[in-house]
Nanobody, 127 residues
Framework: QVQLVESGGGSVQAGASLRLSCVVFGYTYRSNYMGWFRQAPGLEREGLAY????????DYADSVKGRFTISQDNAKNTVYLQMNSLKPEDTAVYYC????????????????????WGQGTQVTVSS
């Protein structure tokens, strides 16, 4: 049973940084997509970043490009999201997601391609 557990959320002032972690339990991926998403109240889930095959490919949504960085530590079975220059509009519940090994995803910043989700971690940014 694959489980994803996020941590690292919190309440910060605008301009601060946070690093989210997502530990994968129950499986060691060899080549898959891992993504970070967020959802604010009343809004759809938004894809922020993905990493493929342990870092061979990464990409970001325009809303976070240049501020957020996704990375992966295969030895720790963990994916990170480093968030810098946080803004109040970054306030949301942040989720990590994993697709099955070797599964192709045509649009990795969209939620429907992913098979497993974490429980989410709240990030609140005040002005």
């Amino acid at each position: 049973q694959v489980q994803l557990v996020e941590s690292g959320g919190g309440s910060v002032q605008a301009g601060a940084s946070l690093r989210l972690s997502c530990v994968v339990f129950g499986y060691t991926y060899r080549s898959n997509y891992m993504g970070w998403f967020r959802q604010a109240p009343g809004l759809e889930r938004e894809g922020l970043a993905y990493i493929y095959a342990g870092g061979r490919t990464t990409d970001y949504a325009d809303s976070v490009k240049g501020r957020f960085t996704i990375s992966q530590d295969n030895a720790k079975n963990t994916v990170y999201l480093q968030m810098n220059s946080l803004k109040p509009e970054d306030t949301a519940v942040y989720y990590c997601a994993a697709a099955n090994d070797f599964k192709p995803i045509s649009r990795p910043l969209r939620a429907e391609g992913y098979d497993y989700w974490g429980q989410g971690t709240q990030v609140t940014v005040s002005s």
